[in-house]
């Protein structure tokens, strides 16, 4: 029998064979002709391991070891397996491939769970295709209505139902899922940042989503003839906003926590060479794990406004939008964690700055999230890679969770 690392391999190996862009990346659209190959070979592998397959109408692939106790909700576990256009081979595939090798290392092992485990691909996740994004996450919790499904179509306008029917899929299947038929949802996904390369660790056990919150500040001075105007009677709206800007780093830097903090976009009024600025209007988006590093920037950042608010000067800030940080459920961290001891597996944790399917699941079920480091922190590029050790390093610690999670009577 080959090597849990050797199976993971070409398990990623064959899937990226399925592109619409061979030689340039990973391009699998939903429900397309690249989707219809991948998906049969997702299901091949799912009943490979002794799981019963279906799909519902969203086109999501489940495939579920029944549990001893008669309708016990399940410990479901996968990602999405859709790409982004030009995409890398693991953004998606890495969390399916993981959840089929534990189905695996449970039928192998012949083992007999309390409560169902369900693999789960997923959909449209990226929203390449469709849109929006999260599309079998949200169409599965009801945060996606089925109008709202119906009436996405793609750039050709084509809708979600006629290329569904296309790969011969039933869209008229049932979408939405109680919650209580899921006792838990456990993903693994790439990084996509540098964070877990650089400290050389091979698993980080997710603690948040990332809050975020992002102000438009408007800085208001003076205007002027940048000829005739001395420097000291000048209210410069740009050189104000300029020392704020370059401010702004430190006031995270102290909080840290993996806070950051940026500013994107900078309009200068009147905008003209010639004329000293009247106005600057720029934005800061901060992101953090713990609403209460957010708090402390807020409250930090209007201090340092008040300071510039002199000399003419006025700083006016406004917030534009506040997402809380989301933490996923503590008792499943606590049992990714102690699963990695037991297995001598090092971690750390790490907070998620992006969104992912777990995200939608952690309001509607208990959710755990490991990441593996992503070479040179790319992702959504033909050079995204990732090592099919650490990929058989959270699949071990999947194992042993899941076997916790679904109460595996004997082995
Ligand atoms: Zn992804």
């Known amino acids: 029998m080959k090597k849990l690392t050797e199976r993971i391999e070409h398990h990623i190996e064959e899937l990226s064979k399925y592109t619409a862009t061979p030689g340039n990346g990973t391009t699998r659209l ?212 300029a020392k704020i800007i370059s401010q702004l780093p430190e006031l995270v830097i102290q909080e840290g926590n993996g806070t950051v903090i940026t500013t994107g976009r900078l309009n200068v009024f009147p905008n003209g060479a010639n004329v000293i600025p009247d106005k600057v209007v720029f934005t800061v988006d901060i992101r953090s794990g713990k609403e209460a590093n957010v708090q402390n920037i807020i409250k930090n950042m209007h201090e340092l406004f008040g300071t510039h608010n002199q000399n003419g000067i006025e700083v006016v800030a406004e917030q534009r939008l506040y997402m809380q940080p989301k933490e996923l459920n503590q008792g499943i961290r606590s049992l990714l964690k102690e699963s990695s001891t037991e297995l001598d597996i090092p971690y750390c944790s790490i907070d998620s700055g992006a969104g992912h399917d777990a995200m939608v699941f952690s309001d509607f079920t208990d959710v755990g999230m490991l990441f593996i480091p992503s070479k040179a922190g790319l992702s959504h590029c033909p050079e995204e890679w990732s090592d099919a050790e650490h990929i058989a390093q959270a699949v071990e610690i999947f194992y042993e969770t899941a076997k916790k999670l679904t109460e595996v009577e004997s082995e």
Do not use: C
Request: hydrophobic share 35%; aromatic share 6%; net charge negative.
């Open 30 to 241: 939903s429900y397309s002709h690249e989707d219809l190959q991948a998906r049969n070979y997702i299901k091949q592998q799912m009943q490979a391991s002794g799981l019963t397959v279906r799909e519902d109408g969203l086109g999501n692939i489940f495939g579920k070891l029944d549990g001893t106790i008669e309708g016990a909700p399940s410990v479901m576990i996968g990602s999405h397996f859709d790409s982004v256009p030009n995409g890398g081979a693991y953004d998606g595939p890495a969390g399916v491939v993981a959840a089929f090798e534990v189905a695996e290392l449970f039928h192998q092992n012949n083992l007999k769970p309390k409560y169902p485990l369900e693999v789960v691909a997923l959909v449209e996740e990226e929203g390449a295709r469709f849109g929006g994004g999260l599309m079998g996450s949200r169409g599965m919790t009801g945060l996606l209505s089925e109008e709202e499904f119906k009436s996405l179509t793609d750039k050709d306008g084509i809708s979600t139902v006629e290329a569904m029917q296309k790969i011969g899929l039933d869209s008229s299947l049932p979408k939405e899922r109680d919650s209580k038929t899921m006792k838990a949802f456990l993903e693994l996904h790439i990084e996509q940042g540098p964070i877990l390369e650089e400290k050389n660790i091979s698993i980080g056990v997710v603690e948040a989503i990332v809050g975020l919150t992002q102000f438009e500040v408007t800085v208001t001075g003076k205007a002027g003839h940048a000829g005739t105007t001395p420097m000291d009677r000048r209210t410069d709206a740009l050189v104000a906003a």
